[in-house]
């Protein structure tokens, strides 16, 4: 008997990344794919981790600030072969326990900017105190709440921290193909924070690059946590602050880009395109970040108190600071009109969450308008581009940082998912 158009559809989208554990694998993995290595002894509570290489002729490699602070570290660094600066056509897929056994969607969460599925999903105490946005961390994150409920939960952990997004968008692709043979199954449900919502959402709207393979009709709902979906202009905004944390001869060390090419420090006037987030000199080591940046000048103004608060945003030479300005940074590459001209597609819902509470410790927080310290509320809740809005959700208690791990945003996710 044929069933109607509207039942078989709705069978369908019921049963999309559904089937049943231990089901056999619909398809091979793609052939442009090699499995290079699996590593079953894992921290933080992971199953297994494969280290796999796109072999699409488009992936080119990336550049890394030459003094090391964007290498792979910790047991990154093995999984990749031991190659602290890895070839930007590898990636790890990470399995949480329960991948093959769970009853539940399989999810795919996509980690942010200079961050690691170790970290951001697992274990936000990696880093430390503070290194989760709060003045104590816990031991598990958003895997293992996903897991215990019987999700099937893997995480993708890109070569670059920094890296370009229509890059890691197809790496995105590559690690769903990946679930779907392993798992027999349609569809995955892909979580992006962060960063991590650019190269989930371009996946998605089939945002590419020339070589790129379009959206494979393989999601079944999107969540998207404190993503500058309308872009951001924080390095910009707050510059001078936030180059004290970047500036070697300042004593900085963080891995993030700098709005300026020079700066003043200690009566030394240096020079420094490699830490740059607009091309200079030869150097681009921070694709991924110029990727995200819109104006927010126009809604918000500009942090006058900042020194060199003019020149930082607009461009020119300060008091103690030059730079470009963030019109030539967008110039040179944001993705963010070109994303939200790109519709999601219809049969994807996208849900939206966004932190609303400014007070990451160690960093200048974003206070020109609501914010969670880095994305403005109203960008991580901006629906442009988006053609079904399955939810939004604002928690108010919870910054950056913390969006990876706080209760109220697991049991937001974990509801979205259901």
């Not at 995955?188 to 991590?196: L, P």
Request: with cysteine.
């Amino acid at each position: 008997m044929r069933l109607p158009r509207i039942l078989l559809a709705v069978l369908l989208t019921l049963t999309a990344g559904l089937a049943l554990p231990g089901g056999a694998a619909a398809a091979a993995e793609p052939s442009y794919l090699v499995r290079e290595a699996t590593f079953t002894t894992v921290a933080n509570g992971w199953d297994r981790v494969d280290r796999y290489r796109d072999t699409t002729s488009g992936f080119r490699d990336e550049q890394y600030p030459p003094d090391g602070r964007g290498d792979q570290d910790g047991q990154r660094r093995t999984f990749f072969g031991g190659v602290a600066k890895p070839s930007s056509s590898r990636f790890l897929l990470y399995s949480a326990p329960g991948w093959n056994t769970g009853s539940r969607s399989a999810v795919l969460l996509v980690h942010g900017a200079n961050d690691n599925p170790d970290r951001a999903w697992a274990n936000p105490g990696e880093s430390g105190d503070f290194g989760c946005g709060s003045a104590s961390c816990p031991a598990t994150g958003l895997m293992q709440q996903l897991s215990s409920r019987g999700h099937r939960v893997f995480a993708i952990g890109f070569a670059h921290k920094q890296g370009d997004n229509l890059q890691q968008a197809q790496q995105v692709g590559d690690a769903i193909a990946i679930i779907r043979a392993r798992l027999g199954v349609n569809a995955v449900d892909v979580v992006g924070w962060s960063k991590g919502m650019m190269s989930a959402r371009m996946y998605v709207a089939s945002v590419r690059p020339a070589w790129g393979r379009p959206y494979a009709g393989d999601v079944r709902r999107l969540v998207l946590l404190g993503g500058p979906n309308g872009g951001y202009d924080y390095p910009f905004a707050h510059g001078w602050a936030h180059d004290f944390s970047i500036w070697p001869e300042c004593g900085g060390t963080i891995n993030a880009p700098s709005p300026h090419t020079r700066m003043t420090c200690y009566g030394r006037f240096t020079y420094h395109p490699e830490l740059s987030i607009t091309p200079a000199d030869g150097f681009d080591a921070y694709p991924g970040q110029r990727q995200m940046l819109a104006r927010w000048d126009g809604v918000y103004g500009v942090n006058t108190a900042a020194q060199d608060w003019y020149t930082t945003y607009y461009g020119g030479q300060g008091f103690y600071t030059a730079g470009p300005g963030i019109q030539a940074a967008i110039d040179a590459g944001s993705l963010i009109g070109r994303i939200q001209s790109s519709p999601t597609p219809a049969s994807v819902p996208v849900y939206l969450l966004a932190g609303g509470s400014p007070d990451v410790v160690g960093i200048w927080n974003e206070t020109r308008g609501p914010s969670d310290g880095v994305v403005f509320v109203s960008s991580a809740l901006d629906t442009t581009g988006i053609r079904t809005v399955g939810g939004t959700a604002l928690v108010g208690s919870a910054n950056h940082l913390q969006l990876g791990w706080a209760s109220a945003v697991t049991q937001a996710v974990a509801s979205w998912l259901s």
